[in-house]
């Protein structure tokens, strides 16, 4: 075999190797893209419902399906987790989970007479960021809203790890607050502000 045709063969290898690694990547964006889709449009289908006990348990049941709690609980705990007992660690996740969940839905609500375009994915190290951009279909000089969603595979399936709105982030957000707390007043304060804020919201 020419030498000519040994590098020929070589390239050839090399590109479908390239070729090939890149397809897991767009599988595994696509595979996140349609999964934030099709709940995104589930949600707001049943926000755009009248209210009822029924409706309410269809969205909390979506959202236990989406919302990857367990990860989002540890990360917003941030350093303070590994300190903390495995009692005070189940009652922080039942109490985050409430907040996260609320703030979710108070988010989506405040976007459902919004049109969502789906702009693309970015890989990330944990998974894949999904970006969004919201416009109100009604007023068209309201500015656009920015929301992204962090996706990644908790066991078998896609779970949303963090939600960015505008750049900021969720779990970002409420871990810089509980560090704050924690570190001026400690945990069993946090626990106690959690609790106030959660019977606020259902006043």
Known sequence: MSPAMRIQRLLTALLVCLLCAGIPRAAAAAE?????????????????????????????????????????????????????????????????????????????????NYDLSYVGEVKTKDGMLVKTVAKDRKNAREEPVSIDFNVHKAGSQLKIRDIVTEGSSLTGNYRSQFRRIIKQKGFDELLKRMKARLEKSQE
Request: aromatic content about 6%; overall charge positive.
């Open 32 to 112: 996140a893209e349609s999964f934030v889709k099709a709940k995104q449009a589930e949600l707001i289908g049943l926000l755009r419902r009248p209210k009822n006990p029924a409706t309410n348990e269809k969205i909390e049941d979506i959202c236990d399906q989406i919302l990857d709690y367990d990860t989002i609980a540890k990360e917003a705990l941030a350093e303070h987790w590994n300190d903390r007992s495995e009692a005070q660690r189940k009652e922080f996740q039942s109490l985050l989970k409430q907040l996260v969940q609320r703030a979710y839905r108070k988010n989506l609500s405040k976007t459902v």
